[in-house]
C-alpha cells in the first residue's frame, strides 16, 4: 500500500510501509552484529523481534506517525517472544510523560531534525 506524501526530513516523499519497515529492520541487524540488543545471545536466522521502544499502538501511530514508530531509533532487536524471551518487553519506555517526552526529542533529532 502506497501511502500519500509525506514530509519527511524536510523533503516529500511517496513511501510504502513495509518497504520502509524492511529496510529499518535490516539496519538493525547490522547495527547490532546478528545479536539481541538486550541479552546479547545471537539472534536466529529471521532476525529476531522489532521490539517497539515506544509502543505500535494506534493511538500512538495517530500522534506520532507510523514513520516515527518503525524507525530503527525508536526499535531494538530482540529475541523472537515466539523462543519464550522476555527481552521485547524490557524495551517498551512505559507511558511516563517525561520519558517519552525525551525519547520523542531523540527519535526526531535522528530522523533528520524533525520538531
Not at 30 to 47: H, S, T, W, Y
Not at 70 to 99: F, M
Request: proline content about 3%; some cysteine.
Amino acid at each position: 500500500m502506497i501511502m500519500p506524501l509525506i514530509l519527511f526530513m524536510k523533503r516529500v516523499v511517496k513511501v510504502n510501509r513495509t518497504q520502509y519497515f524492511i529496510q529499518e529492520k535490516g539496519a538493525m541487524v547490522i547495527r547490532a552484529n546478528g545479536k539481541c540488543e538486550v541479552c546479547g545471545k545471537q539472534l536466529p536466522a529471521g532476525g529476531g523481534d522489532f521490539s517497539h521502544k515506544l509502543g505500535n499502538k494506534k493511538r500512538n501511530e495517530i500522534k506520532y506517525g507510523w514513520l516515527f514508530l518503525d524507525n530503527r531509533a525508536n526499535a531494538s532487536l530482540t529475541c523472537p517472544q515466539a523462543l519464550g524471551c522476555k527481552c521485547n518487553s524490557k524495551v517498551d519506555i512505559g507511558n511516563k510523560e517525561g520519558v517519552i517526552a525525551e525519547h520523542v526529542k531523540s527519535v526526531y533529532a535522528q530522523m533528520g531534525g524533525l520538531e
